[in-house]
């Protein structure tokens, strides 16, 4: 468990402000011509969210040896990326919610034309600013190659993308635990792998320690969305952001609907012991990934 919680709340914190000031470097202004796109591109972006997966790109550089300016403009890539992600699943056509993190949705703020525009634009400055990576001179363009490959495959049809076409065609299905965890994995999981992977790869990490940091991310996003399930029945709107019960409005099949709650979080436990030994190979410069799995249980958004 984590020995002192506040003092790694802090440590969350300071990596979510350097976070966001690389975002904002990474961005166009607001006013940047024409406007209206890169003005919800940056309201989308800085909304409060927790950078859990550009945080994961530092770590993973720092576990291969590596500087984590040598890979800011991956991270923010990523984060873009995740953006993308919840600016459609917020859709009317997808899980049409009002509420992103305690603030209206972008559709709700720019109409919902503007918004699928603001997704596609995200996504495409990813790619952009991950092709900037190699400016960096410390990063090997063989490397760089194979993460945008990753990261590719991770956000698409046999990743996110996939996972989200599953959640849809759930809905109003009794589906069975496989088929719930493939599904995660790929929505919710390959994100946070490639996210991992990322900085480890342009580190130059070793294939054994980049299949040990595979292994972590893929019990993390189990235990992470375990408890994402949970908190929408039993958090807090205030805490969370967004309106709890969605996944029963929206007739979805969850881990606590599915195992029940107590089963769920035994589950989400599990998932975290076998981070911890998923992070074995490596030393004390692990420490933050190894606290960051123990957290997920106690999160409250």
């Known amino acids: 468990m984590i020995s002192d919680p506040q003092s790694f709340l802090n ?24 406007a209206l796109i890169h003005e919800a591109m940056r309201y989308a972006v800085f909304n409060g969210g927790k950078r859990l997966r550009p945080i994961m790109v530092f ?3 720092i576990l291969g040896g590596a500087r984590k300016e040598d890979v800011i403009p991956a991270a923010c890539a990523v ?18 919610d009002d509420l992103r993190r ?38 090997k363009a063989e490397n760089l190659l194979r ?11 046999r990743g996110m993308i996939g996972g989200q076409v599953l959640d849809l065609q759930s809905e109003g299905k009794n589906i069975d635990y496989e088929t719930l965890r493939k599904l995660h994995r790929l929505k919710t999981g390959e994100l946070f792998r490639a ?12 294939e054994a320690g980049l299949a040990a940091l595979d292994n972590y991310a893929d019990n993390f996003g189990l235990a992470f969305q375990i408890i994402d399930d949970i908190l929408d029945i039993e958090g807090s709107e205030d805490m969370t952001g967004k309106p709890v019960g969605s996944d029963e409005k929206n007739h979805k099949t969850t881990y606590p609907s599915l195992l029940g709650i107590e089963k769920s979080y035994q589950l989400a436990q599990e998932a975290v012991k076998a981070c ?15 606290n960051l799995a123990y957290y997920t249980l106690d999160r409250k958004s």
């Not at 984060?79 to 049409?96: F, G, K, N, Q, W």
């Not at 990322?198 to 990490?205: F, Y």
């Not at 911890?276 to 190894?290: M, T």
């Open 11 to 34: 440590e969350i914190r300071i990596r979510k402000e350097y976070v966001d000031d690389c975002l904002e470097k990474c961005l166009s202004r607001a006013n940047t011509y024409p």
């Open 59 to 61: 770590e993973g550089a």
């Open 79 to 96: 984060e873009l990326i995740h953006t993308y992600s919840l600016v459609h699943d917020d859709l009317p056509a997808m899980d049409d």
């Open 102 to 139: 305690g603030q209206p949705t972008c559709h709700i703020v720019y109409g919902e034309a503007n918004a699928i525009l603001t997704g596609d634009a995200l996504l495409t400055a990813a790619f952009e600013l991950l092709a900037g990576n190699m400016k960096v001179s410390s990063v």
């Open 147 to 157: 993460v945008i490959g990753e990261m590719a495959a991770a956000a698409g049809s």
């Open 195 to 206: 996210a991992l992977k990322t900085g480890a790869i342009l580190s130059g990490m070793s």
């Open 276 to 290: 911890q030994e998923d992070l074995k190979c490596f030393g004390e410069e692990a420490a933050f990934l190894r």
